[in-house]
């Protein structure tokens, strides 16, 4: 069956530049999370979904962050102005309920900027 | 200092031997424990989940909770050269669905 999938896979930006990073769940996950990993780190908490609700953006670093999730499946995350402290790997997962144990994971957008 | 404190390695061992990995934590409300493998360019996997303390088996897996000296661990017995990998803990309170994750030990299994 589809896990989850985000594009593009590989993302090079200039500095300045806004970048739109898609995730596709599960079809069905209620949750969706989105997590910022720098190189050599694990995974931080960015912004979490329920639906098409965005119930914590506590982690998104700064105003330039932006997530959202329309109709409660497919969701976007996008940066504006981006910066040099930007570049890692976002990756995206998905739950059933809130409360789930595990989490599924995308295989994440490795983003560069220049 | 962070939450969660893990040895990002690499630590290399022989195919066939046993691996320990551990990481330690500060906050005592954790009540949740998980363990993920993250293959180069992929998402992280959920390994082993424990709730509170004890152990808990699963193969040639097996994860340890001691919640008096807030340190967790997983074995791997036999160890193969496909579980060569970076494992990351993660661990979340009760009431809160927010992971907080180690750094990730780079493991490596030499054939």
């Known amino acids: 069956g589809a896990g989850v999938s985000q594009s593009p896979r590989y993302k090079v930006a200039k500095r300045g530049q806004d970048v739109a990073l898609r995730c596709d769940p599960i079809?069905?996950?209620?949750?969706l999370f989105w997590y910022q990993q720098a190189l050599g780190q694990g995974p931080e908490f960015l912004t979490y979904?329920?639906?098409?609700?965005?119930?914590?953006k506590s982690g998104l670093p700064s105003d330039r962050f932006f997530a959202e999730r329309p109709e409660g499946s497919v969701s976007t995350l996008k940066i504006q102005r981006t910066q040099q402290e930007d570049s890692a790997v976002y990756l995206c997962?998905?739950?059933?309920?809130?409360?789930?144990?595990?989490?599924?994971f995308g295989p994440g957008t490795r983003l560069t900027v220049l | 200092q962070k939450e969660v404190e893990q040895d990002p390695g690499p630590l290399s061992v022989p195919e066939g031997a046993i691996v320990s990995l551990n990481c330690t934590y500060s906050?005592?409300?954790?009540?949740?424990f998980m363990w993920y493998r993250q293959y180069s360019r992929k998402g992280p996997e959920l390994l082993m989940y424990?709730?509170s303390s004890g152990n808990k088996e699963d193969g040639r897996f097996t994860a340890q909770v001691d919640k008096s000296s807030k340190y967790i661990s997983l074995f791997i017995r036999d160890s193969q050269p496909s579980d060569s990998a970076t494992y990351l803990c993660?661990?979340?309170?009760?009431?809160?669905?927010?992971?907080?994750w180690g750094a990730g030990t780079k493991l490596i299994i030499k054939p």
């Open positions: 993660a661990m979340r309170e009760d009431s809160n669905y927010q992971l907080i």
């Open positions: 906050n005592s409300a954790f009540q949740y």
């Open positions: 424990t709730y």
């Open positions: 079809s069905g996950h209620v949750s």
């Open positions: 979904f329920q639906n098409e609700a965005q119930l914590d």
């Open positions: 997962a998905s739950s059933l309920v809130r409360s789930q144990k595990e989490q599924f």
